[in-house]
């Protein structure tokens, strides 16, 4: 099952600098798409979202873009800090509200 | 902040043996959830529930998984006999009706290992 992608498994950043992280999707069905970050021995915590009628949605230093017709979401980061180093996970889903999770993308941000 | 807690954090069973991993969903909410996440792989989901029954399950989620909510708060995930590839983090998540992100929040999981 390999309908939600992150083709970059891990992310090395500069502190102060943009954090780019991507996402691609098959399913075109799908309505929703979430970010979760996740530290070791923790759960995944929600960071941000957007639903496919927006193709932009910002958060303080998040900003997560959606493109529907390539199928592509990204979350960008900026200023990146040190406490941004961890997993980030990209989810879709659809009216069901069950959401298909990514491989994840491990972000180290440098000091 | 509203938390989803789960118990035990961390569980050791011997292969063929039930274990039962313990949630308690955010009190409000009203659809849950279990995801596992073997070691370096993604998170997959297991089960969705809903109105004291399962909404939808995934292939994994054999006749060897059961999930109950037997009281008010708490929301279990039963391996019948477990196997040495169950060895996992299990993680709990719950959301209400209309989540702020349409998402939801997941507690810090229970490492489950098979030997």
């Known amino acids: 099952d390999q309908q939600v992608k992150q083709n970059s498994p891990s992310l090395s950043v500069q502190e102060g600098r943009i954090s780019i992280l991507n996402c691609d999707y098959t399913n075109s069905m799908f309505d929703y798409f979430l970010w979760y970050k996740k530290y070791p021995a923790e759960g995944p915590t929600f960071l941000i979202s957007?639903?496919?009628?927006?193709d932009k949605n910002e958060d303080g230093r998040f900003t997560v873009f959606l493109n529907k017709s390539a199928k592509h979401l990204s979350l960008h980061i900026v200023p990146s800090q040190p406490g941004d180093s961890a997993v980030y996970f990209c989810a879709a889903g659809g009216g069901t509200y069950k959401y298909i999770f990514g491989t994840g993308t491990r972000l180290k941000v440098l000091a | 902040e509203p938390e989803v807690t789960q118990t035990p954090s961390h569980q050791v069973t011997q292969m063929g043996q039930e274990v039962i991993l313990r949630c308690v969903p955010i009190?409000?909410?009203?659809?849950f959830y279990w995801y596992r996440q073997i070691l370096g792989q993604k998170v997959e989901f297991l089960v969705s529930f809903y109105n004291n029954e399962i909404s939808e399950k995934s292939e994994i989620f054999d006749d060897q998984f059961s999930v109950e909510r037997p009281d008010g708060s708490n929301f279990t995930l039963k391996i019948r006999s477990t196997k040495l590839e169950d060895s996992a983090m299990y993680f709990c998540a719950s959301r209400d009706r209309a989540g702020l992100h349409y998402g939801y929040t997941f507690g810090s999981g229970t490492r489950l290992t098979v030997v």
């Open positions: 009190s409000n909410h009203l659809y």
């Open positions: 957007i639903s496919s009628i927006k």
